[in-house]
């Protein structure tokens, strides 16, 4: 529980910014480096997927077929337009259905995309985001599993709520061992974490640690934010991760304050983080999901 005498949260990224202001498996031990060989330089998607990243650094995914277009997460309103062109240089076939991986701005603000009669698909803690989202869209929400088909590919939905958000899902794709996490994971940043909306550094590190148990080694991850990756290399991440809230909390227990870590250099080794999502709010967020009492 987070308590009002926490400060404010400090300056973050302009995308995850705009988002809330509008709001040891596979033998591979802890690394706190980055891999120093990205294993997706030869890996291309199927052809009938794409994964466009014009809206602001959102990562949207397209899945085509049989005369219809389904979405993974529909980006900035503002980026619609261009959306649309990038989807008809794929295909010309309507979007009859958006998943939203949670119900941030930059995730659903190209939800009027979708065609009369479409769908939309979510977690039932944000259905009302949803369906304002679009008026003429149906919405179908879920809040453990959901199984869909769509030209003849099969996706399973799977509910990670209050790891990043109330709202999240991650959406698994069996036969293209592909997997979308949404903002689970900022593959090249470190994570962001919409702790009013009851996410926290240990919901978001159990969700990780699901995920890496229940799914196969030889899977491309599909991030919120950030480059495709391997599985492994997303092990490599969360390991990484998981060495700066150790790192974090052994300040925390010699006694420091939040400004007080914050402006030391306790994870300045793992400056190549500090993206999207800055070193000092990372640090926020560890330190108010451990210690509520301050
Ligand atoms: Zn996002």
């Known amino acids: 529980m987070i308590l009002s005498s926490k400060p404010a949260l400090p300056c973050i990224?302009?995308?995850?910014?705009l988002s809330i202001s509008a709001c040891g498996k596979k033998g591979i031990t802890a690394d706190p480096d980055p891999d120093p060989e990205p294993e997706t330089a030869e890996w291309q998607?199927?052809?009938y997927m794409a994964v466009f990243k014009e809206s602001l650094a959102v990562n949207i995914t397209l899945i085509t077929g049989a005369g219809k277009n389904l979405l993974v997460d529909s980006g900035w309103p503002d980026f619609t337009d261009i959306l649309m062109d990038s989807i008809r240089n794929k295909s010309d076939a309507p979007v009859t259905g958006i998943?939203?991986?949670h119900h941030h701005l930059d995730h659903i603000g190209g939800n009027g995309l979708l065609q009369n009669g479409g769908t939309i698909i979510g977690h039932e803690n944000h259905r009302d985001a949803y369906e304002r989202s679009n008026p003429n869209g149906a919405v179908t929400v879920f809040t453990d599993t959901l199984s869909l088909d769509h030209a003849?590919?099969?996706?399973?939905c799977i509910s990670k709520a209050f790891s990043h958000s109330a709202a999240d899902l991650i959406v698994y794709l069996p036969a293209e061992k592909i997997l979308i996490l949404g903002d689970l994971y900022f593959s090249s940043s470190f994570p962001f974490l919409d702790m009013d909306d009851g996410a926290s550094v240990p919901n978001l590190l159990a969700a990780w640690d699901e995920i890496i148990q229940t799914y196969p080694d030889d899977l491309h991850i599909i991030p919120g934010h950030g480059p495709v990756t391997t599985m492994h290399q997303f092990v490599v991440y969360t390991n990484t991760v998981k060495a700066t809230v150790a790192a974090v909390r052994a300040e925390m227990d010699k006694g420091r304050n939040y400004g007080e870590i914050a402006a030391s250099d306790v994870l300045d080794r793992w400056n190549y983080l500090d993206?999207?999502?800055?070193?000092?709010?990372?640090?926020?967020?560890?330190?108010?999901s451990y210690n509520s009492a301050d």
């Open 13 to 17: 990224g302009l995308a995850v910014m």
């Open 45 to 47: 998607l199927p052809e």
């Open 99 to 101: 998943i939203n991986t």
């Open 152 to 156: 003849g590919i099969r996706l399973e």
């Open 275 to 288: 993206t999207i999502v800055s070193r000092t709010v990372w640090i926020y967020f560890i330190y108010y």
